[in-house]
T-cell receptor, first 115, second 112 residues
Framework: DADVTQTPRNRITKTGKRIMLECSQT?????MYWYRQDPGLGLRLIYY???????NKGEISDGYSVSRQAQAKFSLSLESAIPNQTALYFC??????????????FGSGTRLTVV | DQQVKQNSPSLSVQEGRISILNCDYT??????FLWYKKYPAEGPTFLIS?????DKNEDGRFTVFLNKSAKHLSLHIVPSQPGDSAVYFC???????????FGTGTRLTVIP
C-alpha cells in the first residue's frame, strides 16, 4: 500500500458543485500539505497543517477549504468548483522531527477536471 | 512571482552521457534546496538535497551543485539511463518556513 493515498485518482465535476479530495497517510508524519500543479507553473501550496489543530493557508487558498480529521487524514474541499480549478492536486506529508533533509512524501495525485 | 525557475522545459540526452538540469532562484534567504523526480501518473519523489552551507552533494549517479553567488543550482546525472526519463523539479525552502517553493519542472528524456 502507498504511504500517502489520495482519492479519487480522477474526477470530472460540473461548475458550481462541491467536491472533496481525500488524503490519508501511513507514515506517521505530523505535517500534511495540499498542492496543485498547473502546466508551466510547477507546484503551488494551497493549505498546510502542522498538526490536527493547526491549519494554515498557503499561497493560493482562495476557493478551497481543508479539514484535518486526524493526524493521518487531510481533506481538501472545493465549495463551488470553477473551471480554473482544473488541475492536478497532490497531497504531501513531512515529519517535523526529520527536518527538511528528506523533503516531503507525495501522494500519486488527483486529476480534477471542472466542466 | 516565481522564486524558483527552471528555464529549460525539456532536455534530451543520449544514454550513458551526462544530464545537467539547471535551476535559478531569486531569494537569497533560501537555505535548503531539493530535487524531485516525477513519473507520469505518480507523485513527485525526493531525489537529493543540499544545504546552503555546502556547494556539492553527491548520491550515487546524482550530484547537486550550488552556486550561491549566482543563485544557481544544477543536478548532474552520470551516466544517464533510460529509467531517468521523467520530469525533474527543483525546490527551495527557508528553514522554519512552511512552504517548499517549486520550479516549473524540466522533462528529461534519455534516449537509448
Amino acid at each position: 500500500d502507498a504511504d500517502v493515498t489520495q482519492t479519487p485518482r480522477n474526477r470530472i465535476t460540473k461548475t458550481g458543485k462541491r467536491i472533496m479530495l481525500e488524503c490519508s497517510q501511513t507514515k506517521g508524519h505530523d505535517r500534511m500539505y495540499w498542492y496543485r500543479q498547473d502546466p508551466g507553473l510547477g507546484l503551488r501550496l494551497i493549505y498546510y497543517s502542522f498538526d490536527v489543530k493547526d491549519i494554515n493557508k498557503g499561497e493560493i487558498s482562495d476557493g478551497y477549504s481543508v479539514s484535518r480529521q486526524a493526524q493521518a487524514k487531510f481533506s481538501l474541499s472545493l465549495e463551488s468548483a470553477i473551471p480554473n480549478q482544473t488541475a492536478l492536486y497532490f497531497c504531501a506529508t513531512s515529519d517535523s522531527r526529520q527536518g527538511i533533509v528528506r523533503g516531503y512524501t507525495f501522494g500519486s495525485g488527483t486529476r480534477l477536471t471542472v466542466v | 512571482d516565481q522564486q524558483v525557475k527552471q528555464n529549460s522545459p525539456s532536455l534530451s540526452v543520449q544514454e550513458g552521457r551526462i544530464s545537467i538540469l539547471n535551476c535559478d532562484y531569486t531569494n537569497s534567504m533560501f537555505d535548503y534546496f531539493l530535487w524531485y523526480k516525477k513519473y507520469p501518473a505518480e507523485g513527485p519523489t525526493f531525489l537529493i538535497s543540499i544545504s546552503s552551507i555546502k556547494d556539492k552533494n553527491e548520491d550515487g549517479r546524482f550530484t547537486v551543485f550550488l552556486n550561491k553567488s549566482a543563485k544557481h543550482l544544477s543536478l548532474h546525472i552520470v551516466p544517464s539511463q533510460p529509467g531517468d526519463s521523467a520530469v525533474y523539479f527543483c525546490a527551495a525552502i527557508l528553514t522554519g518556513a512552511n512552504n517548499l517553493f517549486f520550479g516549473t519542472g524540466t522533462r528529461l528524456t534519455v534516449i537509448p
